[in-house]
DNA sequence: AAGTTGATCAAGCATCAGGTTGAATAAAGG
DNA sequence: CCTTTATTCAACCTGATGCTTGATCAACTT
């Protein structure tokens, strides 16, 4: 598959996208079955027109997809985007866990740690880095 | 500092905080263990000023912490709250996985199936929800 | 053809997020 | 004490968001 230019757009639309309750609901709604605009924004205080800026949004940030039929034009959800999201969190949640994994270790083998914590961690990793790996 | 009983919120900061390519790289940092803002501040092109306020935006998100060691305030990556985001999403993921596959399960038993899949999509859910379950 | 429904476009406005510079605080180290 | 180091606070600018109202487009319905 091609990975766009830049992946870092995509992720900041993508979480941009859900730091918006009304877009999450939205997500949830989508989660049971597409609807169209006028359904989703039936529950909102809100006019049509803001909750038509919000799927685009959506849209954008490859979290849903649109359909045509007739005049209306049903929203589905887009789990693969939502999956990309899940990845880079667990990405760094789980080199984050490993790390504590491998700081176990080694207070259980070497006896005798009088340094700080704090000055254990910034010396546990290797420094293999360079832009999001 | 009061804690907000809105759940919302939360989440609103959480997922705004990562939606910022230098905060997501602020988190990749942290993940292979704490560090200090300048630190932190150093791989990027702004001014300190700017990385300490991205620092207390992950902080009030609750992605990170921060201890005192001297005059340094080491920032520690804190794994609950991304995984707080991680459920959000799997949620719904799973939501709308689950439908499919009572979909599938629906066409293979019922014969003539002749309406179309996005409105066997809307008529799917038994719309069993408030405000984001 | 005329009207209705569904959704978008366009312009305007209030608010906020990210960035800067400059001053202020806090803890070490002379 | 004064200086250096690490970090934050305060004021300000700029551009983007979220929302509104009013007009426009597209596809049915009669």
């Known amino acids: 598959m091609i990975m766009d230019p830049n992946a870092d757009d995509r992720l900041d639309r993508a979480f941009m ?13 989508l989660s ?6 006028n359904e989703l924004a039936e529950p909102f205080a809100i ?25 209306r034009r049903p929203v589905h959800l887009d789990a693969a985007g939502l999956e990309a999201l899940t990845a880079w969190i667990d990405r760094y949640r ?19 740690p009088h340094v700080a914590a704090s000055d254990a961690g910034t010396t546990a ?9």
């Open 94 to 112: 789980l080199i984050h866990e490993q790390r504590f994994r491998n700081l176990d270790a080694l207070l259980a083998t070497d006896r005798g």
């Open 17 to 29: 996208a859900l730091a918006d309750p009304v877009r999450r609901r939205i997500i949830a709604r």
């Open 125 to 133: 990793g290797p420094a293999q880095e360079a832009t999001e790996p």
């Open 47 to 71: 006019t049509k027109q803001a909750v038509s800026k919000h799927i685009q949004v959506l849209e954008h940030a490859g979290l849903v997809t649109r359909t045509r039929e007739a005049q």
């Open 32 to 37: 049971r079955g597409p609807a169209t605009v």
